[in-house]
């Protein structure tokens, strides 16, 4: 696969009604569940990386603020089909299929949701470094406080 077709892959859209009929109903049975992740964002706001084995899996990521569209009485979606599409269709993102041998890095804050198209096996990874050990801090005191 050459550059070009790796960037192709990395089909950047406006997330409409294509969001919850390609990714939850038809490419994922919406009963199993199991198949995919809850819509969050990662662990104190850290990075993470995830190389992936075997299978194929379908990202959707939002970029930093994106989320905000979607809480409803101050709490997230757990999946995103459950928003309405014209909620949906509000929200910018990333959508990319993840192929075996292929490394995806998620950017700090950036929340996501992630379907296994089949069976799959993946290492993943959440790390901080200088550019976003703020932020982590700050995440971690906002968690710690509201939770003691
Ligand atoms: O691969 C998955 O199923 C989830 C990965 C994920 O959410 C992450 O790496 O941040
Ligand atoms: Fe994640």
Redesign the pocket.
Same mark, same amino acid.
């Given at each position: 696969m050459d550059s070009a077709d790796r960037v192709a892959r990395f089909e950047k859209l406006q997330l409409g009604e294509k969001l919850p009929v390609t990714v939850l109903t038809e490419e994922c049975d919406p009963k199993e569940i199991y198949r995919r992740?809850p819509f969050h964002c990662?662990v104190f706001g850290s990075y993470?990386w #995830?190389a992936n084995i075997a299978g194929r899996?379908l990202w959707i990521l939002l970029p930093p603020g994106q989320e905000k569209k979607l809480l409803c009485r101050n709490r997230l979606p757990w999946d995103l089909g459950e928003c309405s599409s014209e909620t949906l269709s509000s929200l910018s993102g990333i959508r990319l299929l993840q192929e075996p041998g292929d490394v995806l890095f998620?950017p700090s804050g950036w929340h996501?949701q992630?379907a296994?198209l089949e069976a799959c096996i #993946?290492i993943?990874h959440n790390w901080f470094n200088a550019c976003n050990a703020r932020h982590c801090h700050d995440r971690f005191h906002y968690c710690w406080r509201t939770a003691v």
């Open positions: 992740t990662d993470s #995830s899996k998620v996501h992630v296994n #993946s993943n």
